[in-house]
């Protein structure tokens, strides 16, 4: 390398660096920032007593305290007042106990009655919730209680009842019931349908009476349609016709669904700190997150430059929580972007995109698989911009003509690119547009 070819590959190295490190949107962030604090703080203080069961290892339990539980219980199963479902928290919290404790406790006569309590509570109830919660009890005492053949049997009987009556009951509408715990149903049944305790129509039905009995958004559709086409990758399931169909069938039911939301910047901006300020957001969220803000952008160019720095947000937070490192929440953002972008945009708007993909190309997860297709389009909208309509000058153009002459010269995969001509688009700028691609023409 001479030295005038390492001067101008330092040059424009500079210029992509000083893109990717750029501060412009340094404001955007620390209010972001702010708004994902505050609502992470909401959120410790709306935490349910259901969700609090699932950090049952910081929870410090006696024997004592397990028998004051099972024992209170006990006096309240035949009573509607089991609904209030306080109890039976506290004996999913006990099902949670490691095993060897679960064994000893085992041993008091009192838990021989709990599981046939449980089974009383489950006939007596009208909702899905009760069922899916106490089957979930069972499902821990099974896994943990092997051993105890006295009446591991009738454990095992108790549960296959509940199945039966999943499959079988209709269930009462409920308003009440969260829709995170709803998600984890549909995870239940799909195991279930894996472990053949439930078929492939269980789970059509048992998803559809879900939808029916319980207060939901988009997200159920997704975590539905997402558990199908899991389904359907399995050897076993994928001849299902009415699998098939009725992954169509939902699709179809989400797309309706889009049609007719009218979300606001606002909206979508709450929407998304609530997506990210969650410690297990799951990839169904951020698919609702990047369908709003693909619908949003579609609305007006005001709306897409909003979309766009939200996206940049997006991209800055996943450098500290790697959210990206999840190939399908990657795959659906950049195909999302690559969606949203069209010729029609104005050149403001073209610069953004074009920062956005910059970015992109020096992230190591898009990167690794989306190298080309990102360069390819970021081609493809300075292509766009080259027209009779626009003036062009080095902010809004020739500075990232010299960024993509940088980008081949330092991926030898890129180099057999004719971008010169494929820039100029016809028009009589050839030879200012050459000027700019110098390291290219040195590889050539």
Known sequence: MNTEEKTLSNLKHFMVYNTINSTDNKKLYNKMDELLIRKRFSN????????????????LITDKDTLNIVSDFLKVYKNKNIFSK??????FKISNLEEG?????????KFLKLYKGLEVVSRETLFISFDFLILRIFDNFIRKLSGKE?????????KENIIKKIQSFEYKYDDKEKETNSLCWIDRILSGVIDREFSVDDFIDICNKIILTTTHTIYIYWKILNSAGYLLLQREFSASMKLRAYKTHINKIIERKYTLLNISKDELNNLAISTLAKDFPIKE?????FDCISILSKKSQENKEFCLDLCDYIL?????????????????????????TNQFDNISIKNKEILLLIKLFHTDQFYSFYKKDIFN?????LKNMNNKTNKLTQSNFYKYCDMLDYLMYANSDLANIDIIDYLCNNNDNTKKISKHFQLQKILT
């Open 86 to 91: 306080r109890e039976l928290y506290e004996i």
């Open 316 to 340: 800055y937070y996943d450098t500290r929580y790697n959210i990206f490192s999840y190939r399908f929440i990657r795959k659906y953002f950049i195909e999302m972007l690559f969606d949203i």
């Open 377 to 381: 389009h970021i081609a493809t909208i």
């Open 285 to 289: 969220d951020f698919y609702y997150l």
């Open 150 to 158: 006295s009446f591991f049997d009738d454990i095992v009987r108790i």
């Open 44 to 59: 410790i203080g709306e935490l349910s007593y259901f969700e609090n069961v699932f950090r049952i290892d910081m929870l």
């Open 101 to 109: 404790k679960l064994e000893k406790l085992f041993n008091d006569a």
